[in-house]
């Protein structure tokens, strides 16, 4: 369900935020502050590649008298689809799955490096600023940041859809974790998998019924389907799919602070769902 006005929110979780450990712009004790604030029950917080914020959250999760569920967004591939699986409660200390965030993050740094000497040649860009505003796992959004405080692009939107497009010169691909792969790396430390934003606006197609469930096979759980990016036409035979193939439907709003119009709460998952995912993690708080 996605909420008409935020300020009418109450109850349930917002199950996909990002903080500054990664690519939003709010910490994660604000988060936890804000979710309190519009009456939400409790969030996840799902920062890219990283467990990072997760210690923040939770102690200002107690402190806000709200719950906090631990999470990641995993950066996947489904052949030549760009995919980011969420993961809910696993073991961050899980041997393979510590070595793979870590693969994917040095591969982001790496990536954004080489990005900025690019445009480095044609804009004023200077790679230690843009390294120390990022104060986390850096990438592409601090790229943006840095033209829009540099007062080349108005937002962060902008700049993805011309300079930092895929279809630019300036734009190279990102390493990623095949989605099935990532998916049993999930479950075997202890985690549960969810396709995030399979109907995105960004996307050529949204996720096909054959795509699920050949994800589904591998041990996908849910898919996120009440997501403020999905395209309303795409959702109802994703969502005839989902119930097929026995997928719970999660929504979350992908909430960046002011490094996207996502709006805190805007789609959330209720309680019982919620109930269901830490019933079967590693880490359920």
């Known amino acids: 369900m996605c909420a008409a006005d935020v300020r009418e929110i109450r109850g349930g979780f917002d199950l996909h935020t990002h903080s500054v450990c990664s690519d939003g712009t709010t910490?994660?004790?604000?988060?936890a502050r804000e979710v309190a604030s519009i009456?939400?029950?409790?969030?996840?917080?799902?920062?890219?590649?990283?467990?990072?914020g997760w210690d923040e959250a939770r102690t200002a999760a107690g402190l806000a008298r709200v719950e906090f569920l631990p999470g990641i967004e995993l950066t996947t591939h489904t052949g030549d689809r760009s995919a980011h699986l969420l993961a809910y409660g696993p073991d961050p200390a899980h041997p393979a799955l510590a070595a793979e965030l870590s693969l994917l993050r040095d591969s982001r740094g790496t990536r954004a490096r080489a990005m900025a000497d690019r445009l480095a040649k044609d804009?004023?860009?200077d790679w230690d600023d843009v390294f120390a505003r990022a104060g986390g796992s850096v990438g592409r959004p601090h790229l943006a940041d840095a033209l829009v405080s540099a007062g080349y692009l108005p937002n962060r939107s902008e700049a993805f859809a011309t300079i930092l497009s895929p279809r630019g010169a300036y734009y190279l691909p990102i390493y990623a974790l095949d989605?099935?792969?990532a998916i049993g790396l999930v479950r075997e430390a202890g985690g549960i998998p969810v396709l995030a934003h399979p109907a995105a606006e960004r996307q050529r197609s949204p996720f096909s019924a054959a795509e699920l469930a050949a994800l589904a096979a591998a041990g996908l759980w849910g898919v996120e389907l009440d997501h403020p990016e999905n395209r309303a036409e795409w959702i109802p035979e994703l969502r005839a799919a989902a119930r097929h193939l026995g997928l719970e439907v999660t929504g979350a709003s992908d909430y960046h602070g002011a490094g996207k119009p996502n709006r805190l709460g805007e789609c959330r998952s209720d309680v019982d769902l919620v109930a269901r995912i830490r019933a079967e993690v590693a880490t359920p708080n």
Do not use: E, M
């Open 27 to 31: 910490a994660p004790a604000d988060i």
């Open 39 to 52: 009456g939400l029950r409790g969030f996840s917080l799902t920062d890219h590649d990283t467990v990072a």
């Open 123 to 125: 804009f004023d860009l």
């Open 179 to 181: 989605t099935i792969t």
